[in-house]
């Protein structure tokens, strides 16, 4: 038990509340402002930017790296600490090139914000010019050194949080400059553009392509994202008048700590966009209609009535509400075109994981397709010392990590042997039913878990919804008489096995997202009797099951303009 | 009839800007003949187009960075002759964008404009003796002569110069802070 005065106001604290907090966190939580730059979220603080100072018994600390002591008399602002607190402030503004006025960010930037809470309103010394190069060498990401006050966030996030170990600092005092793969330019580094490095980034040094000078006065809604079943916590930034997508950032709030990866943060939102500006052009010459989930029933109905003989297949690209409804109308013919195993219900939660000791992937290119469970695994492996091991596996993010690369199934026996326990196996839902038997076989006298990775977002949500879900060879249920109802926001992956040549000469009915790419796939489809679209997720409010069998929901964000869509 | 109110000189210069400080100062409309009714007297300014103030000014405005010896001097004048110097926009107040050639020597960049430039066709630097020299480096004023108000903001709301002026006019302390202080 501590005692401490902050302001005048007394407060009794336990030895636990003390334990990994420090003075400007307590501060924070307790709802004292105290400036900051350098520091983010759950980052280690480094104390680097001297603006969190403050005063205890007459001296001045930094708060965001001086522990909690018993007697503590805090001031957190008097005109002696806004002195001090601006000097620091000027010296990073006179640095480099901090002009806001042709800044991409400026009005919603946290570095000239603290400038406005100084009364900053001139430098008292000469501006130093120091050029460096403008790299222009990414596709989503600018990134201009000269803005730098080299607060350090983005080597932090880029390790700690997003753990692929890119960005890093070179050169020592005024020269020190934040750089990717020891001199790199960007775009030719290892990034895979996770993008939580813009994200943090108080200046204008590291910028987002897309929204550059959009920023201004943009609201923000929680939400999660739907493209794989790690399902992270997401913060959607939209216009004043909502009509666009300003930018997507990780929530660092949730669940999923503030990973994120390429997918939703460039990929969805470049897609979004083509997405709406496709919905002004009407010349597409198919049958559509433009459901959303409100008159599905009905018209799913009106459908039924007039099939004999059909058979549903569907994916997990669709939500909850949306599985109830096709289980309660087409009951027991529908399928899935790739296996599912209940055993998902049994994985290891965020927590859990980074709990074991060993990570076994197998098959699965990590930062591809489950960003955010790569991220996991490798600031485990390599800040906290644990052993990687992988299997048939050519990303050399992972196989520089691991302690053994190996091609074989058959080489896990040598495990046996070693010293190592406490395994976790990372792979896909489909590997998992081909090899978990052989697994056991091999594994005997160790500890052991899997990890199973869903093929699609809402994996989890068919084994809740759907009844009698048959997974076994599809082509075999079908014949050339039968109607294929197909549900699937990605034809993508249908196509890729091949189900789209069996179905050929069938008549189809689809359910499906317009956009450009699945536009592509259904030109090329004969007898498609009706084509219906779907609502696209980020316009419809619906909830869905991600893989650790946590149920999550998606935000409609346009929330008056969606009526306008059909 | 006599003028019983007590005279207010200010007087503006325009060093390296665009202008854009003059025309948000010409902003002002109407309330301009506010100050002028409170007994403000516009000596060398836009009214007047005089390039040199008087010598008993009470408010000296500059616009626009120090970018060669003559500002150098014509700002050093402004001290002389101006009780309150208040520096307005960003180029007076930082540096601006004039100091984007900071990054460059004085040789190189003339060679470029000069020579290099593709729409140059003379390929001839002007070195006639009533042509100012540049200075090494573009500097904001407070690192020329000592400024007592700044004014930042690209260029700076007609309201925030007006505020200014009116709380100096008045005796106030004028106090930029809030959504009055803006950088853009």
Redesign the interface.
């Known amino acids: 038990m501590i005692n401490l005065t902050i302001n005048g106001k007394s407060y009794n604290i336990s030895q636990e509340q003390v334990e990994n907090r420090t003075l400007w966190q307590f501060l924070k939580d307790n709802g004292y402002y105290v400036p900051i730059l350098c520091n983010y979220e759950n980052l280690k603080p480094v104390g680097r930017c001297r603006l969190c100072v403050v005063k205890d018994r007459g001296r001045i600390k930094t708060s965001c790296i001086a522990p909690l002591e018993n007697g503590m008399e805090i001031i957190t602002d008097d005109p002696d600490l806004r002195k001090y607190r601006k000097w620091a402030l000027q010296f990073l503004f006179s640095e480099r090139n901090h002009?806001?006025?042709?800044c991409a960010i400026?009005?919603h930037c946290e570095f000239?914000n603290l400038?406005?809470y100084t009364?900053l309103?001139?430098?008292?010394f000469?501006?130093f010019?120091n050029?460096y190069e403008l790299d222009n060498s990414h596709n989503h990401i600018l990134f201009d050194n000269n803005r730098c006050v080299l607060c350090d966030r983005c080597v932090r996030v880029c390790s700690e949080i997003a753990g692929h170990f890119v960005l890093e600092t070179i050169n020592k005092g005024i020269e020190r400059l934040v750089v990717a793969d020891g001199g790199k330019k960007l775009g030719e580094s290892s990034c895979v553009s996770c993008g939580l490095c813009v994200q943090v980034c108080p200046t204008g040094t590291l910028l987002d392509k897309y929204s550059l000078y959009l920023d201004k006065n943009s609201i923000d809604f929680n939400s999660y994202c739907y493209l794989c079943p790690v399902g992270c916590g997401i913060k959607i930034y939209i216009n004043k008048n909502k009509d666009y997508i300003v930018k997507i950032h990780s929530d660092f709030n949730s669940f999923s700590n503030g990973l994120i990866c390429y997918k939703i943060r460039y990929q969805e939102l470049l897609n979004y966009r083509l997405f709406k500006a496709q919905q002004y052009q009407q010349n597409n010459k198919l049958n559509e209609y433009y459901l959303d989930n409100n008159n599905l029933k009905d018209f799913l109905y009106s459908i039924i009535t007039n099939l004999k003989d059909f058979l549903v297949i569907l994916d997990g690209t669709l939500l909850n509400q949306e599985l109830k409804l096709i289980n309660d109308i087409f009951k027991n013919n529908v399928y899935t075109y790739y296996p599912i195993t209940k055993d998902i219900l049994n994985n290891p939660d965020f927590k859990e994981i980074e709990e074991f000791q060993n990570y076994i992937i197998i098959n699965v290119d990590l930062d591809k397709d489950y960003g955010a469970i790569g991220s996991l695994i490798k600031r485990n492996v390599k800040l906290k010392n644990k052993n990687l091991i992988t299997l048939n596996l050519n990303n050399p993010n992972y196989t520089n990590l691991s302690k053994l690369n190996i091609n074989n199934i058959n080489d896990l026996k040598k495990l046996n042997d070693t010293l190592y326990d406490n395994f976790l196996f990372i792979l896909n839902a489909i590997d998992y039913i081909q090899l978990k038997d052989d697994i056991k076989d091999l594994l005997t006298n160790k500890n052991y878990r899997f990890l199973i990775l869903p093929i699609k977002t809402n994996d989890v949500g068919i084994i809740y919804f759907i009844n009698n879900l048959n997974t076994i060879n599809l082509s075999l249920k079908i014949n050339d008489n039968k109607t294929i109802i197909i549900f699937s926001r990605d034809l993508k992956n249908i196509k890729e096995i091949n189900l789209f040549k069996i179905i050929q000469n069938n008549s189809k009915i689809i359910f499906t997202l317009k956009d450009y790419e699945n536009l592509e796939i259904l030109n090329n489809l004969k007898n498609i009797k009706l084509l219906v679209y779907l609502p696209h997720l980020l316009n419809f409010s619906g909830n869905f099951y991600n893989m650790f069998n946590m149920l999550l929901k998606t935000e409609n964000i346009f929330k008056e303009l969606s009526l306008k869509d059909k | 009839m006599k003028n019983t109110k007590k005279e207010i000189k200010i007087s503006t210069i325009w060093c390296e800007g665009c202008s854009g400080c003059h025309m948000s100062f010409l902003d002002m409309d109407e309330r301009l003949i506010d100050l002028i009714k409170k007994g403000v007297v516009f000596s060398a300014s836009p009214f007047t187009d005089l390039k040199i103030p008087e010598d008993d000014v009470d408010i000296g405005i500059i616009e626009g960075s120090v970018a060669t010896d003559t500002q150098e001097e014509e700002v050093k004048m402004m001290r002389e002759k101006c009780k309150i110097i208040i520096?307005i926009g960003?180029c007076a107040?930082?540096?601006?964008?004039p100091?984007m050639r900071?990054?460059y020597k004085i040789d190189e960049l003339s060679k470029r404009v000069y020579h290099e430039a593709e729409s140059n066709a003379n390929k001839h630097y002007p070195n006639s003796k009533d042509i100012s020299k540049l200075l090494p480096?573009v500097?904001?004023v407070?690192?020329v002569i000592k400024?007592d108000y700044?004014?930042?903001g690209?260029p700076p709301n007609a309201d925030i110069i007006f505020y200014i002026l009116n709380e100096l006019i008045e005796g106030r302390e004028p106090k930029?802070?809030?959504e009055k202080?803006?950088?853009?």
Not at chain 1, 99 to 102: P, R, S, V
Request: aromatic residues 20%; hydrophobic residues 25%.
């Open positions: 002009y806001c006025m042709y400026t009005s000239q400038g406005y009364k309103d001139h430098f008292s000469p501006t010019f050029k | 520096a960003d107040v930082f540096g601006g964008i100091t900071n990054y480096r500097k904001a407070n690192e400024v700044y004014i930042p690209c930029l802070e809030n202080l803006t950088y853009e």
